[in-house]
């Protein structure tokens, strides 16, 4: 087996197996695998006509993705965890992730076991938008606060903006360890600053519709996000000055506002953090979208 490292100009060949079959896991992405090269070796590799794309860092191999292709078989599974096996020390760290629900009983069905890893959360654009009712009175109110008290502007990312939003991104990293004794949370923090950077640096190549929030002249919100499918948009990131009254909810609603050709907006997973689940809920999702992860029995 040849596994060829991934490079931007194979974009359009990862596109034409992510968009052969109608996906809901953000991960179904091309921008969303090429941004974690600063933390894993990203390498693909066609078999049986299928896309096989590996993981590696210093722990071992994994497979970030199920094949993708129209003829799946048991044998193929077979000759991925094959191909783990012989870049793996210990084998069981072989592993297939970010497995969709409505796959999970094939898996099954071919000997594997399959547990659950986590879940996306989709909301209804229109109501983020109108953030209509009791259930988004906060929320209404912390636009409205920080509309009538700042002096903002709302625009593109322009390519002179990437430095401050990455000093935005380490200042707001800062303020959340301190926050937090999680060793685990604290790694994720890390680990996102570097894709946090390949993502800012190759946004216009990856496809990713970028805004930032300038308040009195000084980069204080940046988003980006992708286009999944004919009805969902994607919020990959969202970082704003925690100082900042209602900005959060403000960078947030103008966004999903021009989205006006999506039905859904997937605000991602909360990472098994309560206080980012309880975050995720209160935008009173419409409907979680579970990954699962394959292994091998026993």
């Not at 931007?8 to 079959?21: H, N, Q, R």
């Not at 096989?52 to 129209?70: E, V």
């Not at 940046?222 to 919020?235: K, V």
């Not at 947030?252 to 309560?274: C, P, Q, T, V």
Request: net charge positive; aromatic share 14%; with cysteine.
């Amino acid at each position: 087996m040849k596994l060829r490292r991934l490079k931007l100009t194979d974009k359009p060949i990862f596109e034409k197996y992510l968009k052969a079959g109608e996906h809901s896991l953000s991960t179904y992405a091309f921008a969303n695998i090429y941004i974690w090269q600063g933390l894993f070796k990203i390498s693909w590799s066609l078999i049986e006509e299928n896309l096989c794309i590996f993981f590696r860092d210093n722990i071992g191999c994994f497979m970030y993705l199920p094949p993708l292709g129209k003829n799946r078989s048991s044998r193929l599974v077979e000759k991925c965890f094959t191909a783990m096996d012989s870049l793996n020390v210990n084998r069981a760290v072989s592993r297939i992730e970010n497995i969709e629900e409505k796959d999970v009983d094939f898996y099954k069905g071919s000997g594997y076991n399959c547990f659950y890893k986590t879940s996306e959360y989709l909301c209804l654009r229109e109501k983020l938008i109108d953030l209509k009712g009791n259930a988004f009175k906060s929320k209404r109110w912390a636009y409205n606060y920080f509309i009538k008290n700042y002096s903002f502007t709302y625009g593109p990312l322009a390519r002179k903006d990437k430095a401050g939003c990455l000093l935005l991104y380490e200042t707001w990293m800062r303020s959340r360890e301190s926050g937090s004794s999680d060793a685990v949370y604290r790694g994720m923090l890390k680990d996102s600053l570097a894709a946090q950077k390949i993502a800012l640096d190759n946004h216009r190549r990856l496809g990713l519709v970028a805004r930032v929030v300038k308040v009195s002249g000084k980069i204080s919100a940046y988003t980006l996000g992708f286009a999944l499918n004919h009805e969902t948009f994607c919020i990959l990131f969202e970082i704003t000055d925690l100082k900042i009254k209602g900005l959060a909810q403000f960078i947030f609603r103008e966004f999903s506002r021009e989205l006006a050709k999506y039905k859904y907006i997937n605000i991602m997973d909360d990472l098994g953090l309560e206080n980012l689940t309880q975050v995720k809920l209160s935008y009173k999702p419409i409907k979680t979208v579970g990954a699962y992860v394959v292994e091998r029995n026993g």
